[in-house]
């Protein structure tokens, strides 16, 4: 679920331990991300596995009344589709 031509390369880090149990450290604020990604959804096109500029129009033909952001492949025939954010 990851654009490869976004971000950064992974690097380890350890995880901590928080009475006896093991932890994850988080080295920022994710909070901005996870409002950033509340506006997407998975989606899959079922039948036979057309290309992905294929895809992309068929999200743009059906759903583009619902202002998509972008549309990055997951892995084949897996979608994450991410609308733009409503107007207050």
Do not use: C
């Not at 920022?28 to 290309?51: F, N, T």
């Amino acid at each position: 679920m990851v654009d490869r031509t976004e971000g950064k390369d992974l690097e380890f880090i350890p995880t901590n331990t928080i009475n006896g149990v093991k932890r994850a450290k988080l080295e920022k604020d994710v909070e901005a991300e996870i409002e950033y990604w509340q506006q997407a959804v998975l989606s899959s096109v079922l039948g036979a596995k057309p290309s992905f500029r294929s895809d992309q129009m068929f999200y743009q033909q059906n759903l583009g009344f619902l202002d998509i952001d972008k549309i990055i492949h997951v892995r084949n025939g897996i979608f994450l589709v991410r609308f733009w954010e409503s107007a207050p």
